[in-house]
Nanobody, 124 residues
Framework: QVQLVESGGGLVQAGNSLRLSCAPS????????MGWFRQAPGKEREFVAAISITGGRTYYSDVVKGRFTISRENGKNTVYLQMNRLNSADTAVYSC?????????????????WGQGTQVTVSS
């Protein structure tokens, strides 16, 4: 069982940046493919970014590509989502997810473990 805890959310003005962190429990973090998803009010959860076990492969949704960066530090058991040039459409609850599958999935059913999420609110 993996428990995921996100942090770093908050209120930010449009155009500014935030960095989210996700710290899974356990000593086998380096064996998990990690992803970030988000859900805005009244909308379905959507894929944001994902990263392979070694960090060598990353994937982004078209909406965030070029603005967001996913990374991981296996030695610190942490995965990050650096979000730049935020706009009001980025307002959502952001959740990290994990799976032991090597394939880097972009659908929420590709992941087995989920955090509670952290709120990101972008004011215009």
């Amino acid at each position: 069982q993996v428990q995921l805890v996100e942090s770093g959310g908050g209120l930010v003005q449009a155009g500014n940046s935030l960095r989210l962190s996700c710290a899974p429990s356990g000593r086998t973090f380096s064996l998990y493919t990690m992803g970030w998803f988000r859900q805005a009010p009244g909308k379905e959860r959507e894929f944001v970014a994902a990263i392979s076990i070694t960090g060598g492969r990353t994937y982004y949704s078209d909406v965030v590509k070029g603005r967001f960066t996913i990374s991981r530090e296996n030695g610190k058991n942490t995965v990050y989502l650096q979000m730049n040039r935020l706009n009001s459409a980025d307002t959502a609850v952001y959740s990290c997810a994990a799976t032991k599958e090597l394939r880097v999935g972009t659908r929420d059913d590709d992941y087995d473990y989920w955090g509670q999420g952290t709120q990101v609110t972008v004011s215009s």
